[in-house]
């Protein structure tokens, strides 16, 4: 179980495969740094993302996967970047097509939504976004980057069953001295 979030907070992850139980909330000028010079991150939220103007960046050379069972939503000045402009690096997986995925800002990423995805105005994606339906609200850019072609995000082959996503076991990882 790995302890993140708050206002203004200055959190740093590192390699390896963590669960957040309940909600992940972040308010005021929050940073989040995505460390995968060690190997990838899978991340595990049983509840809400609401990260409101947060800073995340993925540094290294390895994948970020975020799952998340319920709402997903990154608004205000939020920026999800790494140095590379990639849109390869960083994939949000959101699990239930009841809850909203909401993304306002800036992200290089995937998104991968059974709920309905809503992009805010002024928002600008590089990357990739496969989704249940969407709301879009003037003002969006959808860059798909070249470097996910071949890529299989659905880890199905099966056109059918491609909207499916299957949750990685994550086990219990202790931080620092928590």
């Known amino acids: 179980v790995l302890s993140l979030g708050g206002n203004s907070?200055?959190?740093t992850v590192t390699a390896g495969n963590y669960r957040v139980t309940g909600d992940l909330e972040y308010g005021g000028n929050p940073s989040l740094t995505?460390?995968?010079?060690g190997g990838d991150i899978n991340l595990l939220v049983e509840?809400?993302?609401d990260a409101s103007n947060v800073d995340a960046e993925v540094l290294?050379?390895?994948?970020?996967?975020?799952?998340?069972?319920?709402?997903?939503?990154?608004?205000?000045n939020a920026e999800w970047t790494n140095p590379d402009g990639a849109g390869n690096r960083l994939f949000v997986y959101t699990a239930d097509g009841s809850e909203t995925t909401d993304i306002q800002g800036e992200?290089?990423?995937?998104?991968?939504?059974e709920s309905d995805l809503q992009l805010g105005g002024g928002t600008s994606v590089y990357g990739g976004i496969?989704?249940?339906?969407?709301d879009v609200n003037g003002g969006q850019n959808i860059y798909f980057d070249e470097a996910l072609s071949g890529?299989?995000?659905?880890?199905?082959?099966?056109?059918q069953?491609?909207?499916?996503r299957t949750y990685l076991h994550l086990t219990q990882t202790t931080v620092g001295g928590n």
């Open 9 to 11: 907070a200055d959190d």
């Open 34 to 37: 995505f460390d995968t010079s």
């Open 47 to 49: 509840g809400d993302v």
């Open 60 to 76: 290294g050379g390895g994948k970020v996967s975020i799952y998340v069972t319920e709402n997903f939503e990154t608004s205000g």
């Open 107 to 113: 992200f290089y990423g995937v998104v991968f939504s």
């Open 130 to 134: 496969v989704m249940n339906g969407s």
């Open 151 to 159: 890529t299989d995000v659905s880890m199905e082959n099966d056109a």
């Open 161 to 164: 069953t491609n909207a499916r």
